[in-house]
């Protein structure tokens, strides 16, 4: 690791490879001084999420790509506004660029048709994939505040910087748009999903739910229509606790996909946290030193 960039931080550099003690001085003014002083191999972009148009993020990748640098990002915001116009670039900079933990933490996603999958098309998908409120909703169901039910989110380090993201649809909606944008070949963004968060969720209504063996689930579903277009929504529904969107505690989440050639697939991950996430950029990492 040569280079580090925080916004909050400062930068910190070293040729020969930073410690775990680093010290940080005045931050780099742009993310074009950062790379020409660390002159990495390949960035790693972890900024915040931006869900309304995917900046700054979107303004890193292109600039390490104009310099033939990989890229690896845990953020979904450019995969979901600009995802089209950054594969073009990485392309035609010969580089490669990876994503793995904008939707589901580091399980294969995107990996998993690369790799795997060959020649399998994508003709829908369902699923729960925000962790934010799935905590809110088993809070407030143990008798628990709304409040309350965000702190614990945040303590487990899975909310976004701003949990409004998490709360009213925002960051599934822009995995939803991630989703389509690469595995079924939309060019769709956030806005263009029909988004209903959570709203004014009541505690008296989640412990009935409950007690009746069901809860409130935030779902990602997208569709290919018969005329080719894709039909993207984030809605809450009402599940019974059998149902495999809802049968995960806590942080988990489920991502289901409808193919031509292997049917209904998914992928589960139980109780994921930033760990995973950090995982899931490592194995992008391999998978571009691979490629070397």
Not at 60 to 82: E, L, Q
Not at 99 to 113: H, I, K, L, R
Not at 198 to 213: N, P, Q, S, V, Y
Request: aromatic share 6%.
């Amino acid at each position: 690791m040569v280079g580090i960039h925080t916004r909050t931080h400062g930068t910190s550099y070293d040729d020969k490879g930073l410690t775990l003690d680093a010290e940080f001085a005045a931050s780099a003014q742009s993310i074009e001084e950062f790379l020409e002083r660390a002159a990495p191999e390949v960035m790693i972009e972890v900024t915040t999420l931006n869900p309304t148009c995917g900046q700054p993020a979107i303004s890193h990748i292109s600039a390490a790509f104009s310099r033939g640098v990989h890229v690896v990002t845990a953020n979904k915001g450019p995969i979901a506004h600009a995802y089209a116009t950054l594969r073009e670039q990485a392309r035609a900079a010969q580089v490669e660029f990876r994503f793995e933990s904008t939707v589901m933490d580091g399980a294969p996603v995107f990996n998993q048709f690369r790799n795997n999958l060959p020649g399998v098309n994508v003709l829908a998908f369902t699923g729960a994939l925000n962790s934010t409120t799935k905590v809110i909703v088993t809070a407030m169901q143990q008798g628990l505040t709304f409040a309350e039910g965000v702190l614990r989110a945040q303590a487990l380090g899975i909310a976004e910087a701003d949990v409004s993201y998490d709360v009213d649809g925002w960051d599934s909606a822009a995995k939803g748009a991630a989703i389509a944008n690469v595995l079924m070949g939309a060019s769709v963004t956030p806005a263009l999903v029909k988004r209903e968060g959570l709203g004014e969720l009541k505690g008296e209504e989640l412990r009935r739910l409950a007690a009746e063996d069901k809860t409130i689930v935030l779902v990602s579903r997208g569709t290919r229509t018969a005329d080719g277009s894709i039909q993207l929504q984030v809605t809450p529904e009402i599940l019974p606790r059998t149902d495999m969107l809802a049968s995960g505690g806590g942080t988990s989440n489920v991502l289901l996909f409808d193919t031509d050639l292997m049917g209904t697939i998914g992928t589960v991950t139980v109780n994921p946290g930033v760990e995973q996430t950090a995982y899931g950029l490592f194995s992008d990492l391999v998978d571009i030193a691979k490629t070397l």
